[in-house]
Every structure is written in C-alpha cells, then in structure tokens.
C-alpha cells in the first residue's frame, strides 16, 4: 500500500522555523519526483517547492526562494522541507507529493499522482 505521511507541522510565531517530513512507503522512492504544495483555507492548492528524483533539481516560486529548502534522503524514503522566516500567509495545510510523468519536476498540480493526508501549519502574527 502506498503511503505519504507527513510531520512536522505545528503553531509557530511569525518569524520562526519549521522542519516538515514526508516519509514514503510502498514504493521505490528513488524513482519519483517530490513535490510540496500548501492549501489555505479558501483558496487553491498552491505550489510550493519540487526536487527531482536524484535531488539535483530544486524548484521553487520566486515568492518562496530564499526562505524555503527541500532536500531528500533516498536511503530514508524520505523529502523534507525546511522553512524560515515564517510569515502569517505561510498559514495551510501542507501536503507532500509523488510523480514521475515527467523527466523532471514541475510546479504542477497534476504532474502529481501521489499525495499525502497533509500537515496543518499555522503561523501567528
């Protein structure tokens, strides 16, 4: 059975860190591309970082460089987003993903087949 459990998330103050974990199972991890996305509450499912299947492709908007990392451990079947500087709209449920469509990552919701029950972070001002 296949299976994206993410941790991590929580209440932090704006300005804070958080460490997001997304560990895989039932799957042959190294072969997928991973994703990060977020959902506020009322708005879309936004994009928020992606990492090829070696790691050597990093993706993220131009919104979020700088402030945001994503990093894997194949041997741990695992993706992990780093996040600093915390802001108030950093507010959503975090949600990782898995895909491999594609020779490499992409920004794109539906680039994605395989997706996790998602992490709550909030962030208070």
């Known amino acids: 059975q296949v299976q994206l459990a993410e941790s991590g998330g929580g209440l932090v103050q704006a300005g804070g860190s958080l460490r997001l974990s997304c560990a895989a199972s039932g799957l042959t991890f190294s072969n997928y591309h991973m994703g990060w996305f977020r959902q506020a509450p009322g708005k879309e499912r936004e994009f928020v970082s992606a990492?090829?299947?070696?790691?050597?492709?990093?993706l993220y908007p131009d919104s979020l460089k700088g402030r945001f990392t994503i990093s894997r451990d194949n041997a741990m079947n695992t993706v992990y987003l780093q996040m600093h500087s915390l802001k108030p709209e950093d507010t959503a449920v975090y949600y990782c993903?898995?895909?491999?469509?594609?020779?490499?990552?992409?920004?794109?919701?539906?680039?994605?087949?395989?997706w996790g029950q998602g992490t709550q972070v909030t962030v208070s001002a």
């Open positions: 990492i090829s299947w070696s790691g050597e492709t990093k």
């Open positions: 993903a898995a895909g491999r469509r594609f020779v490499i990552p992409t920004m794109s919701v539906t680039s994605y087949d395989l």
